[in-house]
């Protein structure tokens, strides 16, 4: 069930959304990335020295994002019975 006024309505929004979920990064810092860098798409290809250059994202947290963004997914494997 949808609940009205609560979707996401802007270009703004929608790149929020997608750089809330990683590990430390918060509304606040996600709202600084897409300042910083332009995009999504320039903000996912940082290397971790500009990350670090964003206020509040620290060598911890530019190492999470990098890991997150760069580590291969595994294919899930069902376990059988």
């Not at 990335?33 to 290397?47: K, L, Q, T």
């Not at 500009?50 to 997914?73: R, T």
């Not at 294919?75 to 059988?80: D, N």
């Amino acid at each position: 069930m949808q609940r009205h006024g609560y979707g996401r309505t802007t270009k703004r929004d929608s790149q929020l959304c997608m750089l809330e979920g990683w590990a430390g990064v918060g509304t606040e810092r996600a709202g600084r990335r897409v300042d910083s860098f332009g995009s999504v798409e320039s903000a996912i290809s940082a290397n971790s020295s500009e990350l670090q250059a964003v206020d509040g994202i620290g060598k911890s947290i530019a190492d999470k994002i990098k890991l997150a963004v760069g580590e291969e997914m595994k294919p899930y494997l069902l376990m059988s019975s």
